[in-house]
């Protein structure tokens, strides 16, 4: 009897579901949805089909790559710099050129606080309010190492620097709190104050610079992710979030304490406490990254009773299918 499963191995058949996945699901956008929500669209009739399948082949070849546990990390920089590269460009098009490069064709401030101080300021939701819920529904912190616009920057400063063992703060959990809790009870005290939009921008620009400013000073000497994982409140988010979703990365008992997998974490999540206690901390994004480092093959992915290849599988096809969904998506 023929079967699939025996002809292609593992990295085509997950190629060839991401490229049906992000067909569907952008096919029914495209067919479905009254307003343009595809850019092509807005070009030519017809035109967000052709971005449907483009994308659905990124999406596949990506994936292909990944699967290989020595191109992650690379092929994860890659795509993620793609994104963010795209999710900047159509901004600046938006701005510079005309607003048919902007989803609503009304600009909203780029600032990862924005989706959640956004929201409570205007008293509505916005769609990357609700592809950010989606994606911590279907693969849990996947928006912090695959989708964030700012992450990927802060991801390129940080290889600047060497990663030490030390970890970044002593209390991560508490300065973490503290400033999400800072942009909630702000974005609502302008709110309920009626401070004017003009106002509210600026101080959500100036979020977003001093966030820009950690990246490019802080990040790069430190060699980990700093405005990741101590000053976005989205990221504070998506670290509490994260645990309504079953996908998660354990340490087994193989694990010798080499601490060469702290090395490669950016999210500075494998510290020796971590490790200690057989999984990441809190800050974890299942990027993967550290996998390779691991000589024993101790780090590995558990999705309820899936063995750890299939529950990595399973994560690579959902957080890859939302990243390549997104980049036809998620604009300003």
Excluded at 20 to 46: A, I, P, W
Excluded at 72 to 101: M, P, Y
Excluded at 250 to 279: F, G, P, Q, V
Aim: hydrophobic letters at 50%; charged letters at 15%.
């Amino acid at each position: 009897m023929f079967s699939l499963s025996k002809l292609l191995p593992v990295k085509l058949r997950l190629s060839f579901l991401v490229f049906l996945t992000v067909t569907f699901v952008l096919g029914m956008v495209q067919s479905k949805v009254d307003t343009k929500m595809l850019l092509f669209e807005r070009f030519f009739k017809n035109g967000g089909w052709v971005e449907v399948f483009l994308v659905a082949v990124y999406g596949a070849v990506i994936i292909y790559f990944m699967h290989d546990i020595r191109k992650t990390a690379r092929w994860r920089v890659i795509s993620w710099t793609v994104f963010s590269v795209w999710f900047f460009l159509q901004l600046f098009l938006g701005i510079l050129v005309d607003e048919i490069f902007l989803l609503t064709g009304k600009l909203h401030l780029p600032v990862p606080a924005m989706i959640i101080g956004g929201p409570l300021y205007r008293g509505q939701l916005s769609i990357m309010t609700l592809l950010f819920i989606s994606t911590i529904i279907l693969s849990g912190p996947a928006w912090c190492s695959h989708l964030c616009y700012f992450g990927a920057i802060d991801g390129y400063f940080s290889k600047k620097g060497k990663a030490k063992i030390k970890p970044l703060v002593k209390k991560p959990v508490a300065l973490k709190s503290s400033l999400l809790a800072i942009v909630v009870f702000s974005s609502l005290v302008m709110k309920w104050t009626g401070v004017q939009n003009f106002a509210a921008t600026i101080a959500g620009l100036a979020f977003g610079t001093l966030g820009l400013l950690i990246i490019i000073f802080v990040s790069a000497k430190k060699g980990k992710m700093v405005h990741c994982v101590t000053y976005c409140p989205i990221g504070t988010m998506v670290n509490y979030l994260k645990f309504i979703n079953p996908f998660r990365l354990k340490i087994d008992n193989s694990c010798t304490r080499c601490m060469a997998c702290t090395a490669t974490c950016r999210y500075d999540a494998l510290n020796l406490m971590d490790i200690e206690n057989k999984k990441p901390g809190i800050t974890c994004t299942l990027c993967g990254d550290c996998l390779v480092s691991c000589n024993t093959n101790a780090i590995r992915y558990s999705f309820l009773r899936l063995k750890p290849q299939n529950a990595r599988n399973l994560y690579l096809f959902l957080s890859i299918s939302l990243h390549a969904i997104f980049m036809a998506m998620g604009r300003i």
